[in-house]
Antibody
């Protein structure tokens, strides 16, 4: 199974841009370029539930949660086996643990995707 | 507030059977979208527990099972063990929101 590891600053100032990178490693199924997989982000505010942010394929085609679409962009770097998240104009409401995830689709469609593997998560706090 | 409703907590004695409900609507579970379940042990990342309503990934004990009917789904844990103390989240797709949605999570306590 793949290992996913988030990296990036743990503290971001309000109104600035949050940037995180996920490095994928391991044996089988660990290549970002593998077909049938999607790479994404889920966040969890302290003491609260889970929220999907978006996902991206190895081609760079991305899908975003409508609630965050105006502020989010995802990208992939297949040469480094990494993918990244940028979230602009952050506020205190964006303080959360951010998990990078691998998604797979049951029926080769968007709607049946689920979050198969998760990174350990990184806490990002937004300060005023 | 989530479009998928879960009880905040359930509890049971070791060896007992507990169930966690996940109630949706006609725009998600009732629309035919599959339900997936995740287990989050204290201080750790969520882990896939059930996918496609009732399928267990390799390595997940068969004490865990899922089901789906109409606009709701359930996760059952039989032979409850101390190590099952965790938060459990259901997840599906909502066609009105055009997004993946999670339940608020259910904390399972082993008495």
């Amino acid at each position: 199974q793949p290992q996913l590891q988030e990296s990036g600053p743990g503290l971001v100032k309000s109104s600035e841009t949050l940037s995180l990178t996920c490095t994928v490693s391991g044996a089988s199924g660990a290549s970002i370029s593998g077909s049938g997989y999607f790479w994404g982000w889920v966040r969890q505010p302290p003491g609260k539930g889970l929220e999907s942010i978006g996902s991206v394929s190895y081609t760079g085609r991305a899908d975003y949660s409508p609630s965050l679409k105006s502020r989010v962009s995802l990208s992939v770097d297949t040469s480094k086996n990494q993918f990244s998240l940028r979230l602009t104009s952050v506020t205190a409401a964006d303080t959360a643990v951010y998990y990078c995830v691998r998604l797979v689709s049951l029926y080769s469609d968007f709607e049946s995707r689920y979050f198969q593997y998760w990174g350990q998560g990184i806490l990002v706090s937004v300060s005023s | 507030q989530s479009v998928l409703t879960q009880p905040p907590s359930v509890s049971g004695a070791p060896g007992q059977r507990v169930t966690i409900s996940c109630t949706g609507s006609g725009s998600n579970i009732g629309a035919g979208y599959d339900v997936h379940w995740y287990q989050q042990l204290p201080g750790t990342a969520p882990k896939l527990l059930i996918f496609g309503n009732n399928n267990r990934p390799s390595g997940v004990p068969d004490r865990f099972s899922g089901s789906k009917s109409d606009t709701s789904a359930s996760l059952a844990i039989t032979g409850l063990q101390a190590e099952d103390e965790a938060d459990y989240y259901c997840q599906s797709y909502d066609r009105s929101l055009r997004d993946y949605v999670f339940g608020i999570g259910t904390k399972v306590t082993v008495l």
